[in-house]
């Protein structure tokens, strides 16, 4: 299936530093990307969609001016988490969709990258 | 708006023996469904999907679903569990009514493979 790259798979910082996380497609452009959100023993929660060349799309409830998201080219997408705190801790995973078609419509499944675990200190 | 649930924390079952790993849906529309499985500290990894044409869908590893629209379902089955398949399976949905193209994921269902 496609690859999904995701860097860095685990950072540690202070409380107040920013933290960048990449993800990259890499055998296909991705015009979407999505970042999501999961605390222990939890599902999936979306933060965010990324769309290349404009603004990402915050979920309601997501501080967009805490977790920057830039969609600079169709293979890489980035989330910044400003001025960290504990509670930001988390695991962070971002997906994209492969494109495919059935009747017009985006058939396709995300594939996913393998997580950055941020935690704050 | 788009929901899944799982209703089952956890399943246990035996190597060898059959498995299912339930998931119920609601949407305004046509679902488009998915079943991924994770491993401890890694990303997602795509099963299958059910987009349209035959309920039974096969996928990665032997594991199939079967939609159900009367029920509302798309459980996941294996004929015969390998202690492999011990991980946390999600099941997801995209409602095609709605202009939403992200998807909506269950609570997460950890599967436990006894040798």
């Known amino acids: 299936g496609a690859v999904v790259s995701q860097h860095p798979s685990r950072v540690i910082c202070k409380s107040g530093t920013s933290v960048k996380i990449e993800c990259r497609s890499l055998?296909?452009?991705?015009?979407?990307m999505f970042w999501y959100r999961q605390f222990p023993k939890q599902s999936l929660m979306l933060m965010a969609t990324?769309?290349?060349?404009?603004?990402?799309?915050?979920e309601q409830g997501v501080e967009k001016d805490k977790f920057l998201i830039n969609h600079a080219s169709l293979t890489l997408s980035t989330l910044t988490v400003t001025s960290a705190h504990p509670e930001d801790s988390s695991f962070y995973i971002c997906?994209?969709?492969?494109?495919?078609?059935?009747?017009?419509?985006?058939?396709?499944?995300?594939?996913f990258g393998e997580g950055s675990r941020l935690t704050v200190l | 708006a788009q929901s899944v649930a799982q209703p089952e924390d956890q399943v246990n079952v035996a190597e060898g023996n059959p498995l299912t790993v339930k998931c119920t849906y609601s949407?305004?529309?046509?679902?488009?469904l998915f079943w991924y499985v994770q491993y401890p500290n890694r990303g997602l990894q795509f099963l299958l999907k059910?987009?349209?044409?035959?309920?039974l869908v096969k996928g990665s590893y032997g594991f199939e679903a079967e939609f159900n629209k009367s029920q509302t379902s798309f459980h996941l089955k294996k004929p015969s569990a390998l202690v492999s398949d011990s991980a946390l399976y999600f099941c997801?949905?995209?409602?095609?009514?709605?202009?939403?193209?992200?998807?909506?994921f269950g609570s997460g269902t950890r599967l436990q493979v006894q040798p």
């Open positions: 059910y987009i349209t044409g035959d309920n």
């Open positions: 055998d296909f452009q991705a015009t979407t």
């Open positions: 949407v305004s529309g046509n679902p488009y």
């Open positions: 990324s769309n290349e060349g404009s603004k990402a799309t915050y």
């Open positions: 997906s994209a969709r492969v494109y495919g078609t059935s009747g017009g419509r985006n058939t396709g499944e995300l594939f």
């Open positions: 997801a949905v995209r409602d095609t009514n709605t202009g939403r193209r992200a998807l909506t």
